[in-house]
């Protein structure tokens, strides 16, 4: 019998979990724990780590999974990494259900960087207002630079203090729209936005708003996981799903 483990955290991971829980396939949702109030799933869902790649293959033994699909964000790196290696000593198949990458089009001003360091380098010295665009774990990074003020869109309340100087937190939940985040970038003077190169329509609206103020962005380029199958729709994960030997 098929029993899959779904990591999620994505709008991916949701849409794909709606059309599982229409199935007769056994799954099971799992979700980090970074988020106070997650998405509710129509699937049993867990919460928490797993105790690292040891504490995840002996969860895929104990439970009986068959098949792994990782819908984690596309900087859940070490997540990624672990259920890569959690798979092959449980000798248990896994595939990525990943959105594309963003491409810049015509009219954006982007700089490439390979890394968070290599992003707060590039900043310029001289006090700028930056829409720091990246969640909420690689906040102290930018504390070597500052002197800016930055622009910080999560979805909880901050329940430490923030390692930056000069921030202004605005707690939100996407998708969000261009006309929304040009509206947020002029209210707060934003000159230079920072990105993860994360993909998918429901965090772009940031580019598009930057295009159209003619703003730079510092595009971090995602990082390097375990080479695995790699599917961009509900309809490839359910047949890999379906053709993937359990």
Not at 24 to 32: E, G, T
Not at 96 to 102: G, I, Q
Not at 143 to 171: F, G, M, N, S
């Amino acid at each position: 019998m098929t029993r899959i483990l779904l990591l999620g955290g994505t709008t991916e991971a949701s849409t794909l979990a709606k059309t599982l829980a229409e199935t007769d396939m056994d799954a099971v949702f799992s979700y980090a724990g970074r988020t106070a109030k997650p998405v509710s799933q129509p699937l049993p869902t867990r919460i928490g780590g797993f105790g690292g790649v040891q504490g995840l293959a002996a969860y895929l033994q104990a439970e009986g999974i068959t098949h792994v699909v990782d819908a984690t964000h596309p900087f859940a790196a070490q997540m990624s990494r672990n259920a890569a290696h959690a798979c092959e000593l449980a000798d248990v198949p896994v595939c990525a259900f990943e959105r594309p990458v963003w491409q810049a089009g015509e009219g954006d001003q982007w700089v490439h960087v390979d890394s968070i360091e290599e992003a707060v380098e590039v900043l310029p010295s001289p006090p700028v207002r930056v829409f720091l665009a990246i969640g909420k774990q690689n906040l102290s990074q930018f504390a070597a630079k500052p002197q800016h003020h930055y622009l910080l869109r999560l979805v909880d309340e901050p329940e430490a203090p923030l390692p930056l100087p000069h921030t202004t937190v605005e707690i939100a939940r996407g998708p969000f729209d261009a006309a929304g985040d040009t509206a947020l970038m002029q209210r707060h003077g934003i000159t230079h936005v920072v990105a993860k190169n994360a993909g998918g329509a429901g965090a772009a609206a940031k580019l598009s708003a930057a295009r159209d103020l003619g703003l730079p962005v510092i595009m971090i380029g995602r990082p390097q996981v375990p080479e695995r199958p790699v599917l961009g729709s509900v309809a490839e994960v359910m047949a890999w799903l379906s053709h993937s030997p359990a």
